[in-house]
DNA sequence: ACACGGATTTCACACAGGTGAATGCGCGGA
DNA sequence: TCCGCGCATTCACCTGTGTGAAATCCGTGT
């Protein structure tokens, strides 16, 4: 049940009842595994694509001495790489971060369905190239942001990719991850994650408990973030996404109110050098 | 002439003589630019893809605050975002960095050489999830080593860029930047970067001057940069990449010999966690 | 209710890399 | 040949983040 998947999709394409179908047989193969186990392993030949069900999991890369850097995380709904069939091998693993359900699409079958379904094909495209803007904001969230910045600027993204899934609830979404881990992904240590958590907190920029994410002024936290949407792509070909997006739960519980806006700034200008 | 795309992506698959007028037919609208001019700005509709010709240019953005990332490097032969027509607008920037000559394909130029030349499609492919590989690894890099493996990282990976479309010349290659512009796309500032290539100067791993980068012992940087090729993704489909890829120059002179190995490292394993 | 073990928190201290500014070099233009 | 300017280089000093380790906390299973 590809729930999640057809529910972000549609943030940028319509899906028609046939398209959605095919996308719910995609699902076939479902596989289950615990907390901290590898699903592709670098070097691996990849044989299918896996989409996400239940529960995170992450991209990371080790170098030689055991440094270890996440490079990107999955959440339910998003697809490890539809076209790695491309190349030969991994050039780096997936591990799941929390006990995961996830489904393994053979390369014939997504294949199939994108020959058929124009509208799939598009979205899926969408999805792709999100993936990659995300990869560059990293990039840029990495290489240019203080410690305080980049956890904000992570929270930020995490929150919204949730809340596009169906995932958040007000303004509270699950983070089920370490401090260690958020230390991965950030390029921190984490010593100094707890440290900026701490400061978040009695700067009333986020609620963290057990596993829970409370972003209490989700201006206030994109604004020290210096978080801007746009990277994410969302608001696209009429489904156009409020800045509050109505919360229809696919359990029915009503969702909190937030009044606060997710902005999708406008076109920063900004001359290159001078 | 896009000699050097060509060049690069019989890297990956035999191009045939059609496949090659085709790909010949694609560099129509050939414009030139200074340096440091953008070519594309953040909010942009982009209208056609972008082969760099001649020159280099870079992905950039900018934080609100003016702190400036450059998120990837284009040389000759690089295809600036083969798909971004199924984007509504750029989330950031392309600038050049030199004097840039490159084309401008129109959207149905390419998709009408796609329809028709199944291999060329592959070739694409290839090069934007290379393009992809290249981005983590660049989150890697920045996340996780520190200023001088930083830096060595960066130099192989170009050194390498460049051969794959014939600009090097035995261990050297062009390096036309600046040390502010290394500092942006290493997230270091300028000093360091001076600092750092200071060191490495001393320390014998590269020879820099008149922005040409020579690389004496390619096994020696690769070690201090913790560089693994893999990510590069050569080697593929027969066109068998030697270590030391026989160098001929479109003008015919002949190369600098290197004994030295740019190995292609054998699949690491590393269990996750323990 | 208890005990175990991973996760968080805290501490004291070290250092890689940042800051701001001054100096000097090299190269293109007239 | 000289000038001017962007770039590289150097300096003294500072700070954000890393280190290593110890001390708690908390959820889970028994």
Redesign the interface.
């Known amino acids: 049940m590809p729930q999640r998947l057809i529910r972000k999709l549609e943030h940028f394409v319509r899906l028609s009842g046939g398209d959605k179908l095919a996308l719910q047989g995609l699902a076939q193969k479902v596989r289950a595994v615990g907390a901290?186990?590898?699903i592709i392993?670098?070097?691996d030949n990849p044989l299918h694509v896996n989409l996400i069900l239940e529960g995170w999991a992450c991209?990371?890369?080790?170098?030689?001495?055991g440094?270890?850097?996440i490079?990107?995380f999955f959440v339910p709904g998003d697809l490890c790489d539809p076209?790695?069939f491309?190349?030969?091998?991994m050039?780096?693993?997936i591990?799941s971060l929390t006990p995961l359900r996830f489904a393994q699409i053979p390369r014939e079958a997504l294949l199939g369905v994108t020959d058929r379904h124009p509208r799939i094909t598009?979205a899926l495209?969408?999805e792709?190239?999100v993936t990659?803007?995300v990869?560059?904001?990293?990039?840029?969230n990495?290489?240019?942001?203080s410690a305080l910045e980049r956890m904000a600027h992570l929270l930020c993204e995490l929150f919204i990719r949730l809340r596009c899934v169906g995932l958040s609830e007000g303004n509270s979404c699950p983070l089920p991850v370490t401090q260690t881990e958020l230390a991965d992904a950030?390029?921190l240590t984490s010593v100094h994650v707890n440290r900026t958590l701490q400061e978040m907190r009695s700067a009333g920029l986020i609620v963290l408990r057990s596993k829970t994410l409370t972003i209490p002024d989700p201006a206030a936290l994109q604004k020290v973030a210096?978080f801007d949407a746009?990277?994410l792509?969302l608001e696209?070909e009429g489904a156009h996404l409020d800045a509050n997006e109505p919360e229809e739960l696919p359990n029915g519980s009503t969702p909190g109110t937030s009044g606060a806006a997710w902005t999708h700034g406008?076109?920063?200008?900004?001359?290159?050098?001078g």
């Open positions: 901290h186990e590898d392993r670098e070097g991209r990371y890369k080790q170098l030689a001495d440094r270890r850097q490079i990107s076209h790695v491309v190349l030969r091998q050039d780096h693993s591990g598009r495209w969408w792709t190239l990659a803007a990869q560059r904001e990293w990039t840029v990495i290489g240019q942001r950030t390029g210096l746009d990277y792509h696209h406008g076109g920063g200008s900004g001359t290159q050098h």
